[in-house]
Nanobody, 115 residues
C-alpha cells in the first residue's frame, strides 16, 4: 500500500526541540521530492521545507536556521529536526511526496509549543 506515516510530534516547551520522521511506502523513493508542510490552527497549510532527489534543500523563511530536513533513501525516510521551537510553530505537520503530477500525503502529526 502506498502511504506516508509521520511520527515524532508532541508537546514541547518554547526553546525546545523535536524531530519528526516520515516513513514512505513507495517504490523508487529516491526519485521523489519530499516536503514537510504545516497547518497552524485556523490558517492555511504552508510549505516548511523540501528536499529534492539531488538533495537540493529549501526552507520557509520562518524556519531557516532552526529546522533541518534530511532524507535516507536506504530507509525510505525523511526527517525534520526542529530546534528553538516557538509557539508560532504550533501546527499539524504533514509529510508530502511528489513525483511529477503524483502527490502523496501523510495523515499529519501534531506539534504543540507551549509552556
Amino acid at each position: 500500500q502506498v502511504r506516508l506515516v509521520e511520527s515524532g510530534g508532541g508537546l514541547v516547551q518554547p526553546g525546545g526541540s523535536l524531530t519528526l520522521s516520515c516513513a514512505a511506502s513507495v517504490n523508487a523513493f529516491h526519485l521523489y521530492t519530499m516536503n514537510w508542510y504545516r497547518q497552524p490552527p485556523g490558517k492555511e497549510r504552508e510549505l516548511v521545507a523540501s528536499i529534492t532527489p539531488a538533495r537540493t534543500i529549501n526552507y520557509a523563511d520562518s524556519v531557516k536556521g532552526r529546522f533541518t530536513i534530511s532524507r535516507d533513501n536506504a530507509k525510505n525516510t525523511v526527517d525534520l529536526q526542529m530546534i528553538s521551537l516557538k509557539p508560532e510553530d504550533t501546527a499539524v505537520y504533514y509529510c508530502n511526496a511528489r513525483l511529477t503530477a503524483f502527490s502523496l500525503w501523510g495523515q499529519g502529526t501534531q506539534v504543540t509549543v507551549s509552556s
